[in-house]
């Protein structure tokens, strides 16, 4: 409807209605007059659609902003169905302004099960509907590949919680999966960091090597632990 007209098309006047030949120039001067008044109606025409796409446009990018937050929701719970956490520099190289979606994702009702966790290197998100705390933390730890770190905040974490001390094949399993030299370039590391200072070893009647600490339990039950756990109910294996 508002559409430029084509190239070649003319308003075409008959001149001879003006007359002789001293009103040709009114002629021309009217076809020019005639000319400029359509193209000024095709200008306007086409500012009043540019408008009205530039309207639709902003519209649309209001709807997409909108929903904008619940694609990177869903995105996240994805992530987080699989076992993964989603960290903020992944999402910043994808959108520059991926923060002004976060927080917005973050006021909204119907996204709250996205939380996330701060490591040493980044922001991880996950949903807590489909990963637990305590996985979070066990995959931030994973993911900055701080083995040393990793090994205190389990062995403080299982002793805090459950309580129990931990053997050292525990890091060689899922989602450690560290080999025997990455665990003891780790522990190496930990003895020398006064942070660390509280993680300690003990040896089962069956050499087999556990950690505990001493914030939150002393030697005798941690060993009463270990002992139990490797003897189990016939004695060592």
Not at 29 to 47: G, N, P, S, V
Not at 81 to 86: A, D, E, K, P, Q
Not at 144 to 159: A, F, G, P, Q, Y
């Amino acid at each position: 409807m508002f559409r430029r007209r084509k190239p070649g098309f003319a308003v075409e006047i008959n001149k001879k209605e003006f007359g002789n030949e001293s009103n040709e120039i009114n002629a021309d001067r009217a076809e020019e007059e005639l000319r400029m008044k359509i193209d000024l109606m095709d200008l306007l025409d086409e500012e009043d659609l540019v408008d009205a796409e530039s309207q639709d446009m902003e519209e649309q990018g209001e709807q997409v902003g909108g929903s904008k937050y619940i694609l990177l929701a869903d995105f996240i719970r994805e992530r987080s169905i699989g076992s993964m956490l989603t960290s903020q520099k992944s999402l910043v190289e994808e959108d520059e302004t991926v923060e002004e979606t976060i927080e917005k994702m973050g006021g909204e009702e119907d996204t709250q099960d996205i939380v996330s966790i701060k490591g040493n290197e980044d922001v991880y998100y996950y949903s807590n509907q489909y990963m637990s705390d305590n996985y979070a933390m066990i995959a931030m730890l994973v993911e900055e590949k701080d083995l040393s770190k990793t090994i205190v905040e389990m062995v403080r974490w299982n002793c805090k919680t459950y309580p129990c001390p931990t053997p050292i094949y525990y890091f060689g399993k899922t989602p450690y999966s560290y080999n025997d030299e990455e665990i003891e370039i780790a522990l190496n590391k930990l003895r020398e960091d006064e942070r660390y200072k509280d993680i300690k070893e003990l040896l089962t009647g069956n050499n087999i090597r556990y950690f505990y600490s001493t914030l939150h339990m002393s030697e005798k039950y941690a060993r009463a632990l270990a002992e139990s756990t490797e003897q189990g109910e016939y004695g060592y294996n």
